[in-house]
């Protein structure tokens, strides 16, 4: 929910297999960034929000994972424990 470049780091040490990551508010800045390597898991499972983007003037650098309001529910209905990551 935030671009601090340790947010992702901390977020990530935590993966394990069937985790999905939705980068939400200022989080979706990291799409931007030249630091953020989500090869530790599927692409598929690397969301950021649709609205987020748009607000910030980056939905043309999102190629896949970019979710409307109400796909971001079914995401988070799909998962039985959810954390957020500052």
Known sequence: M????GAVDRCLAQWEDGDAV???DDGVMHIAGDNLD???APASEFFF????LEAR???G?????????????ELIR?????L???
């Open 84 to 86: 957020t990551w500052k």
């Open 61 to 73: 650098l999102a190629r896949a994972g970019v979710l409307p309001d109400a796909d971001i529910a």
């Open 49 to 52: 929000s649709a609205v987020d």
């Open 2 to 5: 935030r671009s601090s470049p």
């Open 38 to 40: 989500l090869s530790c």
């Open 78 to 82: 799909a998962h039985t424990f959810c």
């Open 22 to 24: 939705l980068f939400l």
């Open 57 to 59: 003037g980056l939905s």
